[in-house]
């Protein structure tokens, strides 16, 4: 039973692997997030699913993990640039965002003013609370939708459902015991799920 029905219920994403292809680092070989604006590339289906979700009355979230300057691979400017490229194709296709949530510290980072542990990576549930104290976000009927470890223990944390999305690419990680509420394909089809699901009917009423 909802407490609040004045509360929101809100969609979190992670970005990249749900909203854009993972994309591989040319200096070692691994995929992961977007070094430049120009290898930004938004998944089959992700904006179409955001409409969906949007227009069913969920507030969207951007929950992303981004370590890329605290490592040294990329600067601030560019990570700026790679959030401006996601802006345009959202703006494209009249998809707004509630707000947009990005940690860039990294544990063993090479750039010391993001370097160390902190508050807000994933799987800390830090912006998830944040947006439920902020935009007066209904938790219980909230979704994270990721496709890392970290994304589905974020989302637990916070007393939110999750879902998790198959890697985009190909994978040597070992199995974790980490297990979402749904798995799915894509975004298209995490969408679906939600949108399918009696908690989604029973957050509107």
């Known amino acids: 039973m909802i407490s609040n029905p004045t509360l929101v219920p809100a969609i979190f994403l992670d970005r990249d692997g749900v909203i854009n292809r993972n994309v591989v680092d040319p200096t070692t070989g691994?995929?992961?997030?977007?070094?430049?604006?120009?290898?930004?590339?938004?998944t089959p289906g992700a904006l179409q699913a955001l409409q969906l979700l949007r227009e069913a009355g969920f507030s969207l979230f951007l929950v992303s993990?981004?370590?890329?300057?605290a490592k040294g691979k990329s600067s601030l400017e560019?990570?700026?640039?790679?959030?401006?490229?996601?802006l345009e194709e959202l703006h494209a296709a009249d998809i707004e965002f509630t707000d947009f949530y990005y940690c860039y510290h990294h544990p063993q980072g090479v750039i010391s003013t993001h370097?160390?542990?902190?508050?807000?990576?994933?799987?800390?549930?830090?912006f998830l609370l944040k947006a439920r104290d902020t935009h007066g976000i209904n938790l219980e009927s909230s979704w994270?939708?990721?496709?890392?470890?970290?994304?589905?223990?974020?989302?637990?944390?916070?007393?939110?459902?999750t879902i998790c999305v198959r890697e985009d690419h190909p994978g040597n990680r070992a199995i974790d015991d980490v297990r979402a509420d749904f798995d799915a394909d894509d975004l298209a089809a995490?969408?679906?799920?939600?949108?399918?699901?009696?908690?989604?009917?029973?957050?509107?009423k």
Do not use: T, W
């Open 115 to 126: 370097s160390g542990p902190c508050d807000c990576r994933k799987p800390s549930p830090y």
């Open 78 to 86: 560019e990570l700026g640039a790679i959030h401006a490229k996601l």
């Open 190 to 204: 995490a969408a679906q799920i939600i949108l399918r699901n009696p908690h989604y009917e029973q957050a509107q």
């Open 65 to 69: 993990n981004q370590p890329n300057y």
């Open 144 to 161: 994270m939708i990721g496709d890392r470890p970290a994304d589905i223990e974020c989302g637990r944390a916070a007393g939110v459902r």
């Open 30 to 42: 691994e995929y992961g997030a977007p070094l430049r604006a120009e290898d930004f590339e938004l």
